[in-house]
């Protein structure tokens, strides 16, 4: 069965205390890889795609890479207004599954200043 | 642009009543999905249109969830009658590119929620 899996449930950084995110998964032939942040009381919001393994993204101060079971979205010197709730979703490629996006439950992120 | 468009944003109501969300897609997107989100399943899909046609609803948990998409512009998904266990936040998103047949980015574009509690 596809299946996404994010940790930590959640995860407290002071401001500039660098961290990973980490989204494993278990899909028949990966299509792509998703990120997105959400903050509270709003949808998600698009943050990254990534394809195939090695492959890698950045925006500021995250950055996401992915291999052939996992993909970890990297903070870098976080600052508070990166706290939010950071969902995974996968794509598998195989037919027959209408290319649904599988969800992760996401990573609560808060930054402290 | 506007966004995607939902409304209402909070609804509360008794079970057994009538509900009907309402979204409005960004101009230009041709694929419109209702999820519905809560803390222990996370974001389930429910059902999605390409082209206003309905392509998959093996999401919507029974008969009483009902989706329409009557034309480019408008959605709405019906709960008739609600029950407490349909309490959720239910989010509306749009896309460009999502059919099977080509690359999806999948870069979906979310209104931020309709948040109902049936009492």
């Known amino acids: 069965e596809d299946q996404v899996t994010q940790s930590p449930e959640a995860l407290r950084l002071q401001e500039g205390e660098s961290s990973s995110l980490n989204c494993s998964y278990t899909?028949?032939?990966?299509?792509?890889l998703f990120w997105y942040r959400q903050d509270p009381g709003k949808g998600p919001e698009f943050l990254f795609t990534l394809y195939s393994a090695g492959e890698e993204k950045e925006k500021e101060r995250l950055k996401a890479t992915l291999t052939k079971k996992e993909s970890f979205l990297h903070i870098t010197a976080p600052k508070p207004e990166d706290s939010a709730t950071y969902l995974c979703?996968?794509?598998?490629?195989?037919?027959?599954?209408?290319?649904?996006?599988?969800w992760g439950l996401g990573t609560s992120l808060a930054v402290n200043p | 642009d506007a966004g995607v468009i939902q409304s209402p944003r909070h609804e509360v109501t008794e079970m057994g009543q009538e509900v009907t969300l309402r979204c409005k897609p960004i101009?230009?997107?041709?694929?419109l999905f209702w999820y519905r989100q809560t803390m222990m399943r996370g974001l389930e899909l429910l059902i999605y249109f390409n082209n206003n046609v309905p392509i998959d609803d093996s999401g919507m948990p029974e008969d009483r969830f009902s989706a329409k998409m009557p034309n480019a512009s408008f959605s709405t998904l019906k709960i008739q009658p609600s029950e407490p266990r349909d309490s959720a936040v239910y989010f509306c998103?749009?896309?460009?590119?999502?059919?099977?047949?080509?690359?999806?980015?999948?870069?979906?574009?979310f209104g931020e929620g309709s948040r109902l509690t049936v009492l």
């Open positions: 899909v028949s032939g990966l299509r792509g």
């Open positions: 979703a996968v794509q598998a490629g195989y037919a027959g599954n209408n290319r649904k996006l599988i």
């Open positions: 998103a749009s896309s460009l590119r999502f059919s099977a047949a080509s690359e999806s980015t999948g870069e979906l574009f």
């Open positions: 101009s230009g997107h041709n694929s």
